[in-house]
């Protein structure tokens, strides 16, 4: 896909703030530090769209990129990250489940996947989630050029059997560093559009 338009519109926090009109939607969902906000600078061809920080637990409201005027990136804040008090790590878990669970034009959740590492329990609880809210989901394995190409199939297969991946959600091999699987990506997004 050529990106020739990519702005972020609104950080909402709330229904009433997000954007209306009905375009198709992506959540991108995974634990603080997965490389979310350099996924989405990738895909976008931007070298800063979405911020990206050493620091997890940067994003704290849903934030909604607007992408050629016509579908929306949704980057949600990370999951996972200790130094955040029970209070603010519950209202975020509400914030999405809010969204999640009750957003018309949400098409797919996007989960970000470390492929050097089995998905945590937290993937876990995040695919269970989805899974019993019959939400669509697409795995990005990502930081695919930190494995040697001889063990990509080996984690992958580690992913599926640790997520217990349903054979209908699609799987990519990704890295932000490369580029490679951002055309898979595109060509996966575009078939829920």
């Known amino acids: 896909m050529k990106v020739t338009s990519a702005d972020i519109i609104i950080s909402a926090v709330k229904p009433e703030q997000y954007p209306e009109g009905g375009l198709p939607e992506f959540a991108l969902a995974g634990r603080s530090n997965v490389g979310k906000s350099s996924f989405i600078n990738k895909m976008l061809n931007r070298k800063s769209l979405a911020r990206t920080s050493s620091k997890p637990g940067k994003t704290q409201t849903l934030n909604f990129f607007l992408i050629n005027e016509n579908f929306y990136f949704v980057d949600v804040p990370g999951y996972g990250y200790a130094k955040v008090s029970k209070t603010e790590r519950a209202a975020w878990g509400r914030m999405i489940e809010t969204y999640l669970t009750n957003r018309e034009p949400l098409k797919a959740v996007v989960l970000i996947v470390d492929l050097r590492h089995p998905p945590t329990a937290d993937d876990v609880m995040m695919y269970d989630f989805l899974k019993h809210y019959g939400i669509p989901c697409i795995i990005i394995n990502t930081k695919a050029d930190k494995v040697p190409k001889s063990k990509w199939q080996k984690h ?38």
């Open 156 to 193: 992958v297969k580690i992913t599926k059997e640790t997520l217990n991946l349903d054979p209908n959600d699609p799987i990519v091999l990704f890295s932000s560093d490369t580029g490679y699987g951002r055309d898979e990506a595109w060509s996966v997004l575009q078939s829920y559009m």
